[in-house]
């Protein structure tokens, strides 16, 4: 299908104006198009590169209004827009709000997919301490209880084992959760998955590598067989069929030490474990997403380096404060490494401040990752 692309493009609203909206913009401005940003906090690190930041809750039905009257479309990069709001606008968007929906609510993502016939792990509604001792008497101990809302980066999910205060972990959840069998995997994946107006995009199967449920580094390719690989973009894409509208899908899965692909969980957006695609993919998540909810052609997902490791640099855990980033000349003066920094004002424990990528086309990838460690530990923050 041939769509008609002039320049200058159209005006992209993003609900969301963080780190994934400032790449978004970055993306945006060689293809003519101007992005628009909703933000609850002035000078989002979106705004320096966005034409413009309404500065409003993600909710806020006049500032999603005031959005669409200034957009040809709206997407988004978080998922604390509301459902409702998106549905009575007057133009496009993507993904559908009904995607958004499902995805907010971990329970309903997981029987939709389990509907589906996506291969995801056991699952159980949990409501009550008793349900959570019925959920650790039929899923075995321990879990994994996952907040069925508002739960990000690993925030929200915590391992809950027969030994536990059940009154005090539902409390400690806000009384409405999800409990899921503990997963033994060999390693976690990830697949950056697009869908257009006629095509579907898969790009190169990545290692994602966690530590208390929050992503440090990301290996490219990931380290494993090929048919695991090629069963990753499979369940991948069965996931994408599940969920409607245009855009790029952060989808992350498990894969167990059986060999089988499980899904873990979606985002209905650019995520985290694509970064590595701005250096080292014909056509980066954040271009396929632009490209996607407009409705034009998608690009190449062609992974143009043998070896791509990201590393994310991550707030110490010294209280929040304002901060800088030491030893940047460090990574300036390494070859093939490239600093993203994201422009946040304030260093909190464990917030994503930036992240590093490094490529290669000669050096294993267990060289590369540790390079790419090496290199982080390099850099300190400082007031």
């Known amino acids: ?62 500032a999603v209004e005031e959005l669409a009257d200034r957009s040809d479309a709206i997407t988004l990069e978080i998922e604390l827009a509301d459902p409702t709001t998106l549905e009575s606008v007057s133009v496009p968007v993507e993904p559908a709000p009904w995607t958004l ?33 019925d959920a650790l008497d039929t899923l075995g101990s321990p879990i994994m209880l996952k907040a069925r809302t508002g739960g990000y980066d690993g925030r929200g999910n915590i391992p809950v084992s027969a030994d536990d205060d059940r009154e005090e972990v539902m409390a400690a959840m806000g009384g409405h959760a999800m409990a899921e069998a503990f997963v033994e995997f060999d390693r976690e994946l990830a697949v950056i998955a697009t869908r257009g107006v006629d095509a579907v995009s898969v790009h190169s199967v990545t290692e994602t590598i966690h530590e208390e ?29 599940a969920l409607e509208g245009r855009g790029v899908f952060g989808i992350e899965l498990f894969e167990t ?44 997902t062609e992974r143009i380096h043998d070896a791509i490791v990201t590393a994310n640099l991550l707030g110490d855990d010294r209280p929040s404060r304002p901060g800088s980033l030491h030893g940047v000349e460090h990574v300036l003066a390494t070859d093939r490494a490239h600093l993203h920094w994201y422009g946040k004002h304030e260093v909190r424990p464990l917030r994503k401040m930036g992240h590093l990528t490094m490529t290669s086309d000669a050096r294993p990838r267990d060289e590369v990752l540790e390079a790419a460690r090496d290199l982080r530990d390099r850099l300190s923050f400082g007031e």
């Open 101 to 133: 929906e499902v995805i907010q609510d971990k329970l309903e993502q997981m029987r939709l997919f389990e509907q589906s016939g996506v291969p995801v792990p056991r699952f159980m509604q949990v409501d009550s301490p008793g349900d959570l001792s």
């Open 1 to 62: 299908m041939d769509v008609p692309v002039n320049l200058p493009g159209p005006t992209l609203g993003v609900i969301g104006g963080g780190q994934l909206g400032r790449m978004l913009a970055e993306a945006a401005s060689p293809l003519g198009v101007d992005v628009i940003v909703i933000d609850p906090t002035p000078d989002c690190p979106a705004s320096r590169v966005a034409s413009d930041q309404i500065v409003a809750p993600f909710d806020d039905p006049d």
């Open 257 to 300: 030490i059986d060999g089988e692909i499980l899904l873990n969980e979606v985002a209905p957006r650019p995520h985290n474990s694509g970064h590595w695609t701005i250096e080292g993919a014909v056509t980066s998540q954040f271009e396929q997403h632009i490209r996607a909810v407009l409705g034009w052609p998608l690009g190449s």
């Open 213 to 241: 449920e929050i992503l440090r580094e990301t290996v490219v390719p990931a380290r494993t067989g090929r048919g695991r690989l090629e069963r990753a973009h499979v369940v991948a894409r069965q996931a994408l069929d």
